[in-house]
């Protein structure tokens, strides 16, 4: 037997056969606050995105809007007695608001400030955004955390606010005393950094519960390229869906063709990055302009 079990670990060394827990139904959970941070202040404060928000029936009790004027970049951190957690949730591109979209369109690579490796750089625009909105979120965590103090944390975000997320989670995890992040799932990201961002991110174990959930076709996960002239890599443990009606795959590594760089080159469709556990973002976001 014990022949075996090194044979076992040879071979899983071999292949680099590494593997991730991920927890669907905290993913859900935070899907629906992912969606929530779309909303205005009504639609926050009654919960009002539908299905989703039904996950987490009494929502955010107690929440504080993190907002770039300038740029019109959004979040949200606060309480959610449901999970006994403070959520910090980001806002996705609103094609209506410019400033999100020059965001968006900064390819400009720059030095990722925590990084403990050379030439670890980022998204120039993604980074900008967090930093729009990094001293409101430290401010208001420690609040929270003084409020909540047996409580966990979580973070998330949909597209431009996964990214957002990706970059935040270094610096929650220092702000909170260098501790693991309850949960970190984040949906539809494009990608963040470079290959050297995406290594150190990698090494880093800043999360109990970590997963970068995507899609099928989305077109958005596959940018920025990863080829000429722009070389951007995704971070690591993706959670690919082909289908959501169909059992997903993990792929520890980044770019893995067994998860979404299969679609590198032909994920062409909108609608599934709109599209969160069968959800429809567009559907659930109206909802709760109201």
Known sequence: M??????????????????????EEVAKDLAGFAILAYCNFNGVFQNNCGSPCLRSPQGFVDY???????MDIQGIIGYAPDHNAIILTFRGTMIQYFGNIIRDLQFDKVPFPNCSISNCQVHKGFFQSFNDLKDQARYQLNIYKNKYPNSKV???????????????????YQWIGNRQIDAVYTFESPRVGNKAFSDWFTQQNFAILYGRITHHNDPVV?????????????????????DFSKPYNLCYNPEDTKCGAQQNYFALDINDHMNLFGWSLSQAGSLCQI
Do not use: D, M, R
């Not at 979580?154 to 929650?172: D, K, N, Q």
């Not at 596959?222 to 082909?242: G, K």
């Open 2 to 23: 014990k022949k075996y079990l090194i044979i076992f670990i040879a071979c899983c060394v071999a292949v680099n056969c590494q593997t991730f827990n991920y927890n």
């Open 154 to 172: 979580y973070i998330t975000g949909h597209s431009l606010g996964a990214a957002i997320a990706t970059i935040a989670v270094p610096y929650v």
């Open 222 to 242: 596959q940018n920025p390229t990863s080829w000429w002239p722009l070389y951007f890599y995704h971070t690591y443990q993706e959670v690919y869906y082909s």
């Open 64 to 70: 504080y809007f993190l907002k770039s004027q300038q």
